[in-house]
């Protein structure tokens, strides 16, 4: 299973709006997408568990992806979080 180590750079980290557009991307994948931080693991499709990580700016997620469209999904995503979600700061 591939897995990314991504790092959230954008101001006010991963909250209700992020957390949002992290699920959006995920869910346009058939793979299955965990998301760890700390030690707490989560669906990367459950906006209720992505939001409980509370990934603040400098935090660092593990994102892996199992299934047919894996390195697709892991690209998307952390293109999302490279991009501040599309988010100015």
Same mark, same amino acid.
């Given at each position: 299973?591939?897995t /990314?180590?991504? &790092?959230?750079?954008?101001?006010l980290?991963?909250?209700?709006?992020a957390?949002?557009?992290? +699920?959006?991307?995920? *869910?346009?994948? $058939?793979?299955?997408?965990?998301? +760890?931080?700390?030690?707490? $693991?989560? *669906?990367?499709?459950?906006i209720?568990?992505?939001?409980?990580?509370? %990934?603040?700016r400098?935090s660092h997620?593990? +994102?892996? %992806?199992e299934? &047919?469209?894996?390195?697709? %999904?892991?690209?998307?995503?952390?293109?999302? +979080?490279?991009? /501040?979600?599309?988010?100015s700061?």
């Open positions: 299973m591939p /990314r180590d991504l &790092p959230i750079v954008n101001k980290g991963l909250h209700a709006r957390a949002s557009k992290f +699920v959006t991307v995920a *869910s346009r994948y $058939e793979s299955r997408i965990t998301v +760890v931080k700390d030690g707490r $693991e989560v *669906s990367g499709k459950s209720m568990g992505v939001m409980m990580l509370a %990934a603040a400098g997620i593990s +994102v892996t %992806a299934g &047919p469209d894996a390195e697709e %999904a892991l690209d998307g995503i952390a293109d999302l +979080v490279a991009d /501040r979600f599309g988010e700061q």
